[in-house]
């Protein structure tokens, strides 16, 4: 089994900066490949944001590219997603996933709320 729970999510002004972490438990068996981060506005579709693979490349949603910044600590099974000059768009709940060998696994989610 694989469990996720992310953190770090707020309230943060336009310009500000957060940072999300995701700690990821699983089973001695169980090999995770790729990992990641979505969002979910309100009234819309979630939406992919960024990916981290086993081997360390990354990749990001146009959006967000230069923006944010995804790392994994394999020591501390922690992956994060450092989120700088935020925008009012970026409101959203965002979740991690790891992906093994049966599928995708999610975290519960954490709201991130850019407001004047």
């Known amino acids: 089994q694989v469990q996720l729970v992310e953190s770090g999510g707020g309230l943060v002004q336009p310009g500000g900066s957060l940072r999300l972490s995701c700690v990821v438990s699983?089973?001695?068996?169980?090999?995770?490949?790729?990992m990641g981060w979505y969002r979910q506005a309100p009234g819309k579709e979630r939406e992919w944001v960024a990916i981290?693979?086993?081997?360390?490349?990354?990749g990001y949603a146009i959006s967000v590219k230069g923006r944010f910044t995804i790392s994994r600590d394999n020591a501390k099974n922690t992956l994060y997603l450092q989120m700088n000059s935020l925008k009012l768009e970026d409101t959203a709940v965002y979740y991690c996933?790891?992906?093994?060998?049966?599928?995708?696994?999610w975290g519960q989610g954490t709201q991130v709320t850019v407001s004047t």
């Open positions: 981290i693979r086993s081997g360390g490349s990354t």
């Open positions: 996933f790891a992906d093994d060998s049966l599928g995708r696994n």
């Open positions: 699983t089973s001695t068996s169980i090999v995770i490949n790729a």
